[in-house]
């Protein structure tokens, strides 16, 4: 197909159609809609390991959309029973295409591979169809499900220096953050769920204009580019002051008087991927060579002092909420 000008307008259709859904079985077309769109955006980068990983991420989608499909129609009578085994099948089916833990190691070995510019629309947008499809409907677990996702996202990224992986164990934490914005508000959902999207996008900016895949290689950047990359890094891992503390803070403070001892779990597992980056970060930071000879490349439309001062913005609104 030569012209694909119809894909993004088809895609934003598919987000919002079955948001606006009232029927189950509308809610699953939208969803299959969706997932074809996102196999469209994928397969305008060609490549051997892409065509792999989209191979894999369809069977993965169609199994999960299947099993979504079939407990829908034989378990509908279970909805408001949830702790039978029969309820919990559809939200697993939601988690698994959504690649939230406990059903996430397919994650990272499929989503190496994408572009740049698909990993962010995979971490951010494909998110929000079954994230409030699960919370509209399975609201019990979500605070189980957000409990499991801020865990296995700090713990696993620990051992990784990928780039790519560390943002994929990234997204899985802060998807844990969302839902627990979720059950408090959908002006915090869409506050948390704006800044962390802003915050990814920066990210993946920097890694395609960088050419960045391996935290081994910020070794060799001048000082500048690394002092904004581990800004980016630490704003993701919700540091205070930075920009993605101020719709945390805000999160921990209408939590923290009526669940007290959950809020403190969640500050101290965020604090093990906070403590992971500022550790890569201070081994990143000591070399600062100024010029390699792969780091020739166009930097044309990628402003480092915009992006910077936008994420040092966290200390004015942090400011404003304390």
Not at 217 to 224: D, F, I, R
Not at 280 to 303: D, R
């Amino acid at each position: 197909m030569k012209n694909q000008k119809w894909i993004y307008p088809m895609y934003v259709y598919s987000l919002i159609f079955p948001l606006s859904s009232t029927s189950w079985m509308n809610m699953w077309i939208g969803l299959e809609i969706n997932l074809m769109m996102f196999i469209m955006i994928l397969n305008k980068n060609k490549s051997p390991f892409l065509n792999e990983s989209m191979m894999k991420y369809f069977l993965i989608q169609a199994s999960g959309s299947l099993i979504f499909l079939i407990t829908l129609n034989l378990n509908t009578i279970y909805f408001n029973e949830w702790p039978n085994i029969n309820a919990l099948i559809p939200p697993l089916a939601l988690m698994m295409k959504m690649g939230l833990a406990p059903i996430h190691m397919w994650v990272p070995e499929v989503a190496k591979n994408f572009s740049f510019m698909s990993l962010f629309v995979f971490l951010t947008l494909q998110k929000i169809n079954p994230l409030l499809i699960l919370f509209s409907s399975w609201f019990k677990l979500i605070f189980y499900m957000a409990m499991i996702n801020i865990i296995m996202g700090s713990m696993m990224a620990i051992n990784e220096n990928s780039m790519n992986k560390l943002l994929i164990f990234s997204s899985i934490a802060n998807s844990g953050w969302m839902l627990n914005s979720l059950m408090i508000s959908n002006y915090l959902f869409l506050l948390i769920f704006s800044t962390y999207t802003f915050l990814m996008y920066n990210m993946i900016h920097m890694n395609k204009y960088l050419k960045i895949k391996w935290m081994s290689q910020l070794k060799s950047m001048n000082l500048y580019k690394k002092m904004s990359i581990y800004m980016m890094f630490m704003s993701l891992s919700g540091l205070p002051p930075l920009l993605g503390f101020a719709p945390k803070w805000m999160l921990i403070k209408n939590m923290i008087n009526y669940m007290p001892i959950y809020t403190w779990m969640l500050i101290t597992f965020s604090t093990v991927s906070t403590f992971f980056y500022i550790k890569t970060s201070m081994l990143m930071m000591m070399p600062a060579q100024e010029k390699k000879k792969w780091m020739f490349f166009n930097m044309k439309n990628f402003n480092y002092i915009l992006i910077t001062f936008i994420n040092m913005m966290g200390i004015c609104l942090f400011s404003i909420i304390i």
